[in-house]
């Protein structure tokens, strides 16, 4: 039987997948020396084996859990109910990556109707005492019967309303008993239960309940969000009691090593004296700056500063570090590595390679590559902040961005909206792990309490996305749907922009502007490109597009969609005139009206890439998406073309098809049309010797869509290239260019060793290969597709993110085969999972030349590439 608890000071403890990252963490300071209140963790497994038995917690775990009470009773020389040394612990949740606020913790727990006077007698502080009793019996509540929070609260501040006391401090000891009553006699309203005056009734109930959390909506929702897995379980950390809520001489707080906004060095948190580590992080109260505390009681800040750096250069990263100071005495009750935004990832990574902290390769691994693309999007405008009419400017800048939308007062709403398109403003006296819903969905999260290290404001900046907190000026009525603030009332869907770089909102939508890049961003990306193996291009075909994406540094153009450039109204009106067309000189007339604007926009194309690389896929999509729909639009193109409504209809009605997506399309358009791409290779051919007679070499690949067969390839790349000689051949000029193949069938993908030694080069469509590989169509299968992940019938959505076991085993086969000829055979991917991290640490594994993805995409891509290297 493997062991299921591990003491901190247990020199044969193991890592994170078996204790959690915070047991893991909690071990690794108490053999560093640090202050760290004594405990012990339940494993991982221990969860596991819980949630597999039907939650039932075995024989052999409460057993090792008896005695590790005992051993640490008898280390701490405290028992649960001693007169004179009173234990009382906090359970708390700890799962292999940081899930901040998404499960669940419990304090004071030992405490009951007795030893809450051994606590009062003991401390000489009855008030300290029934504090912890009722901090106990919400927490209890809520997390192990389900009772909700506002239940308790709604107890609580009515008491404070009704005899006038302004801060929770201001209750005595009578009054706190009395609530303490009240929160009782809930337990009997809301379960028909008592509270368990037993400590280790509590305890087992506790750490049931911690083992439960794993499973809870929130916690599920946030581990897709950061694609964690869901079958690792969560670790439970038992740990003696330390108390900030024992006087003016106690306090809590959270600080970071560095700011996790901006990634300035320089220490930031807060706290908040005479209080519990709850109060900061659920924003229930506003904390002050860690710098205060340097003036209120000098030697433990400066204690607290020695030990931050001590942590930091232990993990190699900026920490993230709760801690409590009882009477005078620091304890540190937790490190990780913190949620920072993209743009102080950026930061301290850079920093720390110049500080000689870290290596390169380690910067590299610091920043996640999904969030690079918080660090590329428009901020507001300068002139228009100035003459925008201002609702507050006391806000605290939470987490950066620029974001405008309607204001909602609840989760739920914003959940609605959110869904059906809308962009919400989700504003709340302070969020809760319950509204991580609503916060996935809002362009922007206010809070009305909490500071810089709220949940509010963690969460946010995980997700990259824009947050203010501590909007004192702003006041909330959720249930009447307003917000008053100085000069009006805000009512739900009115429009308001939130600056999450400054803390300031303003009415309206505020115009936006490109953001620029850090000289640190700059560099870090060098890094990146040095590191990876494979190239990153992208998939462009707008001088917008391109311009941005080679700004962003890709090496070439991985897809030029043709289809793109046929839809503009006078490209259309020839299109048309092709398919309507009754012999081959007709067809090749309505090209020629096309051939002008292909060739000018290749040279546009081919103009702004240089010598790069540049993929254009030929035509690809069928022919019935180039011809109206509506009856209006039916006579309106009838009359364009010269042609009776009935005849175009016939066209329409010949050319539909039960399933488009496997019909007549790609390059079996051309099988049937060889002009269409004959056409197309002459624009591009004459684009490029226009412009190497401009002294402008480009590299030109040719890819043929939707092959299948060998012979299929070669019949159209033969054609393909006799049309290219003959352009040569008529300028006297030769220009660089290749014919490959797009793969996208299972079929290609089988077969890619005919295919490949044929062609100069391979490249996967994921999209279409998804989609023919599980038989889903990727325009329904939204319909479906969440039932299929949160039923954990497939892991992930196969067109977010590449599946590995079965479209992923396609395309190893296909690389592999395609190379057993030429080891250094040129494969790419150019779907849009050339974008995703997991995916691009898949295709670098097998071996891909390169990526392809949107311009926006590429930096983080970039990083997915150098990181794939350096795992």
Sequence with gaps: MSKLIYAFNDENSSGKDLLGGKGANLAEMTRLGLPVPDGFTITTEACNAYLASGESLTSDLLEELSDAILSLETRTGKTFSDEDNLLLVSVRSGAKFSMPGMMDTILNLGLNDENVEKLATKTSDARFAYDCYRRLLQMFGEVVYGIHMSVFDTIFESYKEENKYELDTDIPADGLKEIVEKYKEVYLEETNKTFPQSPIDQLTEAVEAVFKSWNNERARIYRDLHDIPHDLGTAVNIQEMVFGNSGDNSGTGVLFTRNPSTGEHKLYGEYLLNAQGEDVVAGIRTPQEIEVLNTQMPEVYEELVGITKNLENHYKDMQDIEFTIENGKLFILQTRNGKRTASAAVKIAYDMVQEGVISKEDAIMMVDPKSIDQLLHPQFDDKSLETAERISEYGLPASPGASTGMVVFSTERAKALGEAGEKVILMRPETSPEDIEGMVVAEAIVTTHGGMTSHAAVVARGMGTCCVTAVSDLKIDGENGVATYANGVLKEGDII??????????????????????????????????????????????????????????????????????????????????????????????????????????????????????????????????????????????????????????????????????????????????????????????????????????????????????????????????????????????????VGVMIETPRACLTAEEIAPLADFISFGTNDLTQLTFGFSRDDAGKFIGEYVDGALIETDPFQSLDINGVGQLVKMAVEKARAHNPNYKVGVCGELGGDPRSIQFFNDIGMSYVSCSPYRVPGAMLAAAQSVVK
């Design 497 to 738: 922009s939130v600056n999450g770089s400054t803390g300031q909102l303003y009415l309206g939508e505020i115009t936006k502007k490109d953001q620029e890049q850090s000289t640190e961003f700059a560099e870090f990306m060098t890094w990146a490109k040095e590191i990876s193996r494979m190239d990153v291009r992208m998939n462009a075909e707008t001088s917008k597009d391109i311009n941005a994406g080679f700004e962003f540094n890709a090496s070439g153009i991985g897809l030029v969609r043709t289809e793109h450039m046929f839809f503009q109204e006078e490209r259309l009106i020839g299109m048309r005139r092709f398919i309507l067309a009754q012999n081959h000189a007709e067809r090749v007339a309505a090209l020629d009206t096309i051939l002008e604007y292909q060739q000018s926009d290749f040279e546009e194309i081919f103009r702004l890439s240089g010598e790069r690389p540049v993929i254009v896929r030929l035509l690809d999509p069928p022919l019935h998406e180039f011809l109206p729909n509506t009856e209006n639009e039916i006579n309106n193109v009838a009359n364009q073309l010269g042609v009776t409504t009935e005849l175009l209809k016939s066209y329409i009605t010949n050319l539909n098809e039960l399933n488009p997506m496997l019909g007549h399309r790609g390059c079996r358009l051309a099988i049937t049309y060889p002009e269409l791409y004959e056409m197309q290779t002459e624009a591009m051919l004459k684009s490029l010797i226009k412009l190497k007679e401009e002294g402008i070499e480009t590299n030109l690949e040719i890819m043929i869509p939707l092959i299948v067969t060998a012979e299929e390839y070669k019949t159209l790349s033969d054609k393909i290239k006799a049309r290219a000689e003959s352009i040569e051949a008529e300028a006297g000029v030769t220009v660089n260019y290749t």
